[in-house]
């Protein structure tokens, strides 16, 4: 008898789905690049990240990400906050960030933890350009860097995305693709379906825009516990040396 031969299962789609939302597996590099030919060209997306699912839609189309706080039913005044694939996006460009910073980003990311800091030009750089007025606040902006490599290498495709958590604004979060189909579909271009999620809740964030005080402020506790985070801090404060 010759040697056992294993198949991977793709994620099982048991949902119903609106016939104008676009299924895609995770799997497949097809799909991810279908994913990214929507969000390039203005879509809306379903997306697994290392925490739960997002909305997704390319900073260089705001008014898909005007679609995202329509389809969410999101209030104006909560932001949104930006995806990019690795740091080496951010390094490339040079934004002014303090070796503290720099430092504690290095120990956070890639991983469930948002960081808030101080906008600038160096946004436009990055590639947020269009968005600029729709992504953040007026002052500060959210960076994500999950630790997924589905969502790293859609990101790698598309540059910098705006996300948010992918279900109806004040209901639980979504950590299956069906409950993305179920909820969102009917408003949505599409989904890329990656099975259950990697944790049950989004990632905890952290304002950074008063770091070089000496001090970081956690705004809201999800994967990562706040014991954690401030362990890192720590690290990063009696590390020497600039980056």
């Given amino acids: 008898m010759g040697p056992a031969i294993f198949k991977k299962q793709e994620p099982q789609i048991e949902e119903e789905v609106a016939s104008s939302c676009i299924l895609q597996q995770s799997r497949r590099?097809?799909?991810?690049?279908?994913?990214?030919?929507?969000?390039?060209?203005?879509?809306?997306?379903?997306?697994?990240?290392?925490?739960?699912?997002?909305?997704?839609?390319?900073?260089?189309?705001?008014?898909?990400?005007?679609?995202?706080?329509?389809?969410?039913?999101?209030?104006?005044?909560?932001?949104?906050?930006?995806?990019?694939?690795?740091?080496?996006?951010?390094?490339?460009?040079?934004?002014?960030?303090?070796?503290?910073?720099?430092?504690?980003?290095?120990?956070?990311?890639?991983?469930?933890?948002?960081?808030?800091?101080?906008?600038?030009?160096?946004?436009?750089?990055?590639?947020?350009?269009?968005?600029?007025?729709?992504?953040?606040?007026?002052?500060?902006?959210?960076?994500?860097?999950?630790?997924?490599?589905?969502?790293?290498?859609?990101?790698?495709?598309?540059?910098?995305?705006a996300i948010t958590s992918a279900n109806p604004s004040g209901e639980s979060d979504s950590t299956h693709h069906d409950m993305v189909i179920t909820r969102l579909s009917d408003k949505l271009d599409a989904v890329l379906c990656d099975g259950f999620s990697n944790e049950l809740v989004g990632s905890t964030v952290v304002n950074c825009t008063k770091i070089d005080e000496g001090t970081i402020k956690i705004l809201r506790e999800g994967c990562v516990p706040t014991t954690k985070i401030m362990q890192l801090f720590e690290r990063a404060k009696n590390t020497q040396g600039d980056l």
Avoid at 33 to 44: E, F, K, P, S, W
Avoid at 57 to 71: D, F, G, L, T, V
């Fill in 29 to 161: 590099t097809s799909s991810l690049r279908t994913i990214a030919n929507i969000l390039d060209n203005g879509g809306v997306c379903g997306i697994p990240t290392d925490t739960v699912y997002a909305l997704a839609a390319s900073c260089k189309h705001p008014e898909a990400i005007n679609r995202i706080y329509s389809i969410k039913e999101r209030p104006s005044e909560k932001p949104i906050c930006i995806c990019i694939s690795n740091l080496d996006q951010l390094r490339v460009i040079s934004p002014p960030f303090s070796p503290l910073l720099w430092r504690f980003m290095d120990l956070v990311y890639p991983g469930g933890i948002s960081c808030i800091v101080q906008k600038g030009e160096w946004l436009k750089k990055l590639g947020v350009g269009p968005a600029y007025e729709r992504v953040g606040t007026n002052d500060s902006i959210m960076i994500r860097v999950p630790d997924h490599t589905v969502t790293a290498h859609l990101t790698d495709m598309t540059g910098p995305l």
